[in-house]
C-alpha cells in the first residue's frame, strides 16, 4: 500500500480539528494564537500534497503556502502584539477576563 | 512499505504533540510541542518532494515563530501561567465541534475522487520558485513586502503604546 | 530494501559525525581554547595530563561523567533535561552539510542538499528554542534573563548571518554547498566582486561570532555578570552537552565560513612565485617578532606560530607547485586547515575584545550590519545584472 | 527512491541518533554518578544569596520589540533566496522587483528607526 493524496489530507485534517479544539477551548490568548498556527500548518501540508498529486508540473501549492507561512508570520507578531498589550492595560491575556466591551 | 512507515512516524510526530499543545495545563510545555509538531509536518513535506518548502518551515515556525511565543509567554505569565486553569468552560462544546467537523472532513474525504496526475514524481527546484515568484506570481510577490511593511509598522504602534 | 541501506549507512556516519564533534569539536575544543587563552595571557595551559597536556580534557570528560545531576527545586524537570538536547542535536545537524573534501572521485558529505545553506540557517536557529527552555525550566534568575538575552542575541544576528550567506548564494547561483565550492574554483568568493565579497565575509564572520556567543559577543554568557547565563543551573554531563553543542556549533560556523567565503576544500591555484613570495612574507613576520622586542608581547605569539606553519606549508606549496604536481596537498588537509583558521581567529578575538553592550550589540546589528546587508546584496545584483 | 527524500532521511536520522548518543552519557552519569538530595543543594544559584520571590520577574517589553522585527526580517529573508539563485537568468527586471521589494521593506526598517523599537534604554 502507497501513500496517496487521501493520507495527507486525513493527517491535515486530524491537525485542523486539534487546532480549532485549541482555539475554540482555551482561556490563555497566546494558546488560542497557537491553536491558529496548527490549523494553517494543517492548510499548508493541504496546498503542498495537492500541488504534488493534483497539479504536479506547477508550483503554485508551494508558492501558496509560503505566502501562508509569510501570513502566519505576520498574524503571529500583529496577534502576539495585541496580546502584550492587552496584558499592559489589563494585567491579564486570559480572554475570559477581558471584557471590557462586554455588558 | 518504507513509505507508509515513514508517513505514519511523522503522522504520530505531528498529532502527539498537538494534543500536548491543545491540552497541556502547561502553557510553556504547549508552546515547547509546537516544535515537533512543525518538523513533523516538515517531515510531510519532505516526502512531497517540496525541499525549499521544509526548508522555510523549520526557518520560520520552528526557528522564528515559536520563539516569538516563548518571547510573549515568558514577558506576560512566565511561571504564573503555569498554575492556573487554562481551559474556558467550552470544552464539552469545542471538543464536540471539533469533532463533528472531523467527522465531516473525513466522510467528505472517503467519498471524493481526486483527479490525481498519473506520471513520474515531480522534482521541484528552488530555481522553479524563484522562476514562478518572480514571472507569474509577481504580484503576490510585492504584494507580500506590503504585508510585511503594515504588520511591522502595526505591532510596532500597537505593542509601543503608553509607553 | 534500498531505505534500509540507506539507514544504515546514516547511522553509520551519523556516529561517525557525533564521534568528531565530541572529539575534535569540544575535547579537542576545549584543549585549544585553552591552550590559546594561555599562550596569549603568557601561561602555559594544561600541561600535566598527557604529553602538553593532551589528554587534560578526556580527563576532564571521565570526571563530567561521575558528576551528581541536580534539578533545581520547582525546576520543570522534563523541558530541564530535554534543553541540552535540543542544542546538541541542532548543532550535530548542521554537519550534513558540510563538505569535508574529495576523495577516490566524489565528494566527502554526509549529503549534498540541494537548499544546502537554507538548511544550516535553518539548523541554527532550532538553537535559539533550546537556549530558552534552558532559561525558563532552571527556575533562576541569572538563567532566565540569559537566555532571553541570548535569544535575543542570536536572532537579532540571524538576519545578518543570512545575508551575507545569501551573497555567496547570489555570486554562486545555488544554495548547495558543494556546489558553492566548485563555484570558487576560479578564486575565492572573498574576492569576488571587490570589495562586497569582503564586506559580505565580514557581515558573515560577525554574525557568526554573535551567533555561538563568542566574546566580542557573549553577553549571554557572561560569566563575570550572568554567572554563565542560561546554563548556571547545568551540572555534570548536562552541561558537558551545551559545552558540546557550542563548540560543535562554533565548528560548524567555522566549516561554514571556509566553504563561503576560501574555498572548502580546493587548493588556492596560485603560481609558485606567489608561494614563494607569501612565504617570505610569514617568514618575515615570524622572523621580526621572534628577533624583535616585540617577542616579549604575549599576544603575539600566537601570530609567530600561525607564521611558521604558513612558512612550511608555503614551502611544501611552492615546491609543489614548481614540479608540476598540483594539487599538492589532500584536499581534507586544506578544508581542515581553513576551518581550524577560523577557529583560532575565533579563539583570539575572545582574548583581543572587550564585550559589547546590550544596546550596542543590538545597534550594531540592526543599525549597521542589516542595512549593510541589504545594500550589499542590491549592489551585487545590480552590477551582476543591470550593469552587465 | 528521489534525492530528496534520501537527503532528508538522513537528516532524520542523523537527528534520532543525535539524541540516541548525547542520551547515553546521560544514563552513564546516571549510573555512576552519586545521588543525594538535600534541600540546600537543590536552592538556585543566586550569588549565594537564598533566592526570593519568583523567578519569573517582569521582564522589559524591548525584547518583545526585537523578537518582533526579527520575525518580519526573517520572513522577507525567504523570498531572497529564490531570488539569489535565479536573477542572473532573469536579467534586470527580476533585479528591478527586488528592488521594489526591499525598497518598500526599508521603509519599515526606517520607521522602526525612527520609532525608538530599535533603542536600548
Given amino acids: 500500500m502507497t501513500v496517496g493524496l487521501t493520507h495527507y489530507l486525513v493527517t491535515s485534517s486530524l491537525l485542523f ?77 486570559h480572554v475570559d477576563e477581558i471584557n471590557l466591551m462586554k455588558w | 512499505m518504507g513509505e507508509l512507515a515513514a508517513f505514519v512516524i511523522l503522522s504520530a510526530v505531528i498529532l502527539v504533540p498537538a494534543v500536548i499543545v491543545v491540552t497541556s495545563r502547561n502553557i510553556v510545555r504547549s508552546a515547547l510541542s509546537l516544535v515537533p509538531t512543525f518538523l513533523g509536518v516538515t517531515g510531510l513535506y519532505v516526502m512531497l518532494h517540496a525541499e525549499f518548502v521544509a526548508g522555510i518551515q523549520v526557518l520560520i515556525y520552528a526557528g522564528a515563530i515559536t520563539v516569538l511565543i516563548l518571547f510573549v509567554i515568558m514577558l506576560t505569565e512566565g511561571g504564573s501561567g503555569t498554575m492556573v486553569r487554562q481551559v474556558t468552560g467550552q470544552v464539552p462544546l469545542g471538543a464536540m465541534a471539533a469533532t463533528w467537523l472531523a467527522f465531516l472532513i473525513l466522510v467528505t474525504l472517503s467519498r471524493t475522487q481526486w483527479p490525481v496526475a498519473a506520471g513520474p514524481p515531480p522534482q521541484y527546484s528552488v530555481q522553479g520558485i524563484g522562476t514562478a515568484f518572480l514571472t507569474n506570481y509577481v504580484l503576490i510577490f510585492e504584494v507580500t513586502s506590503l504585508v ?15 509607553e | 530494501m534500498p531505505w534500509l541501506l540507506e539507514i544504515l549507512k546514516a547511522i553509520g556516519l551519523a556516529v561517525l559525525v557525533f564521534t568528531f564533534l565530541a572529539v575534535v569539536g569540544a575535547m579537542y575544543g576545549v584543549y585549544l581554547e585553552r591552550k590559546i587563552s594561555g599562550w596569549i595571557q603568557a601561561r602555559i595551559g594544561p600541561k600535566h595530563v598527557g604529553p602538553y597536556g593532551l589528554l587534560q580534557t578526556i580527563a576532564d570528560t571521565v570526571k563530567l561523567l561521575q558528576k551528581e545531576h541536580i534539578t533545581p527545586r520547582r525546576a520543570d524537570a522534563m523541558i530541564f533535561n530535554t534543553a541540552p538536547l535540543i542544542v546538541a542535536v541542532a548543532a550535530l545537524l548542521d554537519w550534513v552539510v558540510i563538505p569535508f573534501g574529495t576523495a577516490f572521485g566524489r565528494v566527502l558529505v554526509v549529503r549534498d542538499l540541494n537548499i544546502g545553506v537554507l538548511y544550516f540557517t535553518a539548523m541554527a536557529s532550532i538553537t535559539v528554542i533550546g537556549i530558552l527552555a534552558a532559561g525558563w525550566s532552571s527556575n533562576n534568575k541569572y538563567a532566565l534573563l540569559g537566555g532571553l538575552r541570548s535569544a535575543s542575541q542570536m536572532i537579532s544576528y540571524e538576519i545578518p548571518l543570512a545575508l551575507g550567506i545569501l551573497w555567496v548564494a547570489m555570486v554562486a547561483g545555488t544554495l548547495s554547498t558543494v556546489g558553492i565550492v566548485e563555484a570558487q574554483r576560479g578564486g575565492w568568493f572573498l574576492f569576488k566582486v571587490p570589495p562586497l565579497g569582503l564586506l559580505a565575509a565580514v557581515l558573515f564572520l560577525a554574525a557568526a561570532t554573535a551567533e555561538v556567543n563568542r566574546v566580542p559577543f557573549d553577553l549571554p554568557e557572561a560569566e563575570s555578570e550572568l554567572v554563565a547565563g542560561y546554563f548556571a543551573e547545568y551540572t555534570g554531563m548536562r552541561f558537558a552537552l551545551f559545552q558540546l553543542g557550542e563548540y560543535g556549533e562554533m565548528f560548524g560556523m567555522a566549516a561554514l ?64 607547485v614548481a614540479f608540476g604536481r598540483a594539487p599538492v596537498l589532500p584536499s581534507l588537509l586544506w578544508f581542515f586547515v581553513k576551518m581550524f583558521a577560523l577557529v583560532f581567529f575565533l579563539m583570539w578575538m575572545r582574548w583581543t575584545y572587550p564585550r559589547l553592550r546590550l544596546d550596542q550589540l543590538l545597534n550594531l546589528s540592526w543599525k549597521v550590519l542589516l542595512p549593510a546587508g541589504l545594500i550589499n546584496l542590491l549592489l551585487t545584483g545590480f552590477l551582476l545584472t543591470v550593469a552587465r | 527512491m528521489p534525492k530528496v527524500v534520501v537527503d532528508w532521511l538522513y537528516v532524520g536520522v542523523f537527528a534520532v541518533v543525535g539524541i540516541v548518543l548525547t542520551v547515553i552519557p546521560l544514563v552513564v552519569v546516571w549510573l555512576l554518578a552519586p545521588r543525594l538530595s538535600l534541600p540546600q543543594k537543590q536552592l538556585t544559584y543566586e550569588s549565594g544569596v537564598i533566592p526570593f520571590g519568583q523567578a519569573w520577574a517582569q521582564f522589559n517589553v524591548r525584547y518583545y520589540l526585537f523578537a518582533l522585527i526579527f520575525v518580519v526580517f526573517d520572513v522577507e529573508v525567504i523570498y531572497l533566496y529564490p531570488w539569489a539563485t535565479v536573477f542572473r537568468d532573469l536579467g534586470a527586471f527580476a533585479f528591478y522587483e527586488m528592488l521594489v521589494f526591499l525598497v518598500i521593506l526599508f521603509v519599515g526598517l526606517i520607521y522602526a528607526w525612527r520609532k525608538g523599537a530599535l533603542e536600548w534604554v
Fill in chain 1, 17 to 93: 480539528c486539534l487546532g480549532l479544539f485549541g482555539v475554540l477551548t482555551r482561556r490563555n490568548a497566546v494558546a488560542i494564537l497557537m491553536g491558529i498556527e496548527l490549523m494553517l500548518n494543517a492548510g499548508n501540508i493541504n496546498l503542498i500534497a495537492f500541488n504534488r498529486y493534483v497539479a504536479p508540473g506547477a508550483v503554485s501549492g508551494q508558492i501558496f503556502a509560503l505566502v501562508i507561512i509569510t501570513l502566519a508570520a505576520c498574524e503571529a507578531a500583529v496577534g502576539l502584539a495585541l496580546v502584550m498589550a492587552a496584558y499592559r492595560s489589563l494585567e491579564t491575556i
Fill in chain 2, 148 to 162: 510585511l511593511l503594515i504588520s511591522l509598522v502595526g505591532a510596532i504602534v500597537i505593542a509601543r503604546r503608553e
Fill in chain 3, 257 to 320: 565560513g571556509s566553504v563561503l567565503f576560501f574555498g572548502g576544500w580546493l587548493e588556492p591555484n596560485l603560481p609558485a612565485w606567489l608561494w614563494v613570495a607569501l612565504g617570505l612574507a610569514a617568514l618575515g613576520v615570524a622572523a621580526f617578532i621572534r628577533f624583535s622586542a616585540l617577542r616579549t608581547v604575549y599576544l603575539l605569539r600566537p601570530i609567530l606560530s600561525l607564521a611558521t606553519l604558513g612558512v612550511v606549508l608555503c614551502a611544501v606549496m611552492a615546491l609543489g
